[in-house]
């Protein structure tokens, strides 16, 4: 990923930061961009890397953060959409979900991602090529009805991903984009759910974890490293010829719903 120039939402923790860290090793320019802006610009102090404090439903924000990046790096090669929120422990069925939980998860993560992408697509068509890999999830390809808004929202992505993809190769764009597709990772955000869902069903914790492993068919929960050695592919040139598709990093879960 030499000469890419990659700015990384959501990247002071979790997911975010195993692509960080896996794109500064290839090579790349990377620029993590987040809310939480201590622990976001000590990630970024540790990988020399640079930091934007942003909020991915901030559309006046966006447009500075490209602007920033492309004034002290150039333009845009790389987006991942990464910045999101995670599904709640209790169950939320089509009937018991509310409309604020809803708007909430659909601003951030939907509404997110279409600024992400609207935003760095001119950057990316002055630098004469770009790759968005946009982070679904297991769950916009099997039914979620005990997480519905959050199944809802990243099924979106994904159609909105193939949307861009086209958009931008009928165009004649030389501007590629993709979807990852992670099952359960073992991250931060992760572990706090599996501790909600032991709360709230009054098990232990090790219960929980037990109850969502056996959803797992390799019997294993996924890492970081997973997910960025998938980025790492969707943002580097060897993937030139791929754009509207999607990577599962799952463990087989898809295959038995």
Sequence with gaps: MHGEVCL??????????????????????????????E?????????????????????????DVVAEIEAQEGPITVLVNNAGIGAPAEQESPENTTLDHW???FQINV???????????????????GSIINMSS??????TPFITAYGA?????????????????????????????????????HDDLIERTARFNSIPI??????FLARIPTGNFGTPADIAAAAVYLGSRESAHMTGQRIV??????LTN
């Design 111 to 129: 509404e997110g991602t279409f600024l992400g992408c609207r935003s760095v697509i001119p950057s990316m068509r002055r630098a004469g090529r």
């Design 8 to 37: 990384v939402t959501g990247g002071a923790m979790g997911l975010g930061e195993a692509i960080a860290r896996a794109f500064v090793v290839e090579g790349g320019r990377v620029i993590i961009a987040d809310r939480e802006t």
């Design 103 to 105: 708007r909430t998860v």
């Design 206 to 211: 090790k219960d929980a974890e037990d109850a």
């Design 138 to 143: 297991i769950a916009a390809l099997v039914p």
């Design 153 to 189: 929202s990243k099924a979106a992505v994904y159609q909105f991903s193939r949307s861009v993809a086209l958009h931008c190769a009928m165009n004649g764009d030389p501007i590629r984009c993709n979807t990852i597709h992670p099952g359960q990772i073992r991250t931060p955000m």
């Design 249 to 254: 990093v799952d463990g087989g879960m898809e």
């Design 39 to 63: 622990k976001g610009r000590e990630v970024a102090d540790s990988l020399d890397a640079g930091f934007s404090e942003l909020d991915v439903t901030d559309e006046n924000r966006w447009q």
